[in-house]
């Protein structure tokens, strides 16, 4: 399989058509208004786009490498939990903050998750989670089924399915926190779902 990395001019050129198809524009001859920028139809719908795809990359290829990105988004997946650290380890089912919120007693700072199971290890124990936890905490820790057969923990990437790193979700990664500024709180999925009749365009004879 051969990759080839595309002039920019040519993807300038390549998106520029999709827009002025977009907005009913051919050739040299004028079209449609264009109502929104290309930069914010190619975002997701979720995010209030259109889905359009990028042809010109927004994101270099060393951001999808680096290890500053492999930090944000791996995630310590709990098996055993013999070698975890319950402080300053993602290892909580959040993705936007997979630590431990609460305090620690500077006598537990290497204490591992190992500890907060009961003494036959098939369940966590609620008395150790009271004590030590906030709410929030202590839900998330009991939403993770313990290991039965004592596996192991290992790392994950925590944004892809199977746990794997794969340049498409490290894009959308990098995509999504460079967009959160401009973020709302529109629920564009449920918009996009809405039942509503067909647009009518209005002319000087009347509506088609």
Request: proline share 5%.
């Amino acid at each position: 399989m051969s990759v080839f990395l595309l002039p920019l001019t040519l993807c300038f050129d390549l998106e520029r058509m999709m827009n002025f198809f977009w907005w009913g524009k051919s050739g040299n001859t004028r079209g449609g208004m264009k109502w929104q920028s290309w930069e914010k139809l190619s975002k997701h719908k979720s995010e209030g786009g259109m889905g359009f795809r990028r042809v010109q990359p927004k994101i270099c290829l060393e951001e999808l490498a680096t290890q500053n990105l492999i930090r944000r988004g791996a995630r310590c997946r709990i098996g055993s939990g013999n070698q975890t650290l319950i402080y300053g380890t993602p290892w909580l089912p959040d993705a936007n903050d997979p630590y431990i919120s609460s305090f620690g007693p500077p006598e537990l700072q290497h204490a591992k998750v190992s500890d907060l199971r009961t003494s036959n290890a098939g369940e966590w124990d609620i008395d150790i989670l009271n004590d030590l936890f906030n709410v929030r905490d202590k839900s998330l820790i009991q939403s993770i089924p313990l290991s039965l057969f004592d596996a192991e923990d290992r790392w994950i990437w925590g944004f892809d399915n199977i746990g794997l790193y794969i340049v498409k979700s490290g894009y959308k990664l990098l995509s999504s926190n460079r967009d959160n500024h401009i973020r709302d709180d529109i629920n564009w999925l449920q918009i996009w779902q809405l039942k509503t009749p067909p647009q009518k365009c209005a002319t000087s004879s009347g509506e088609r």
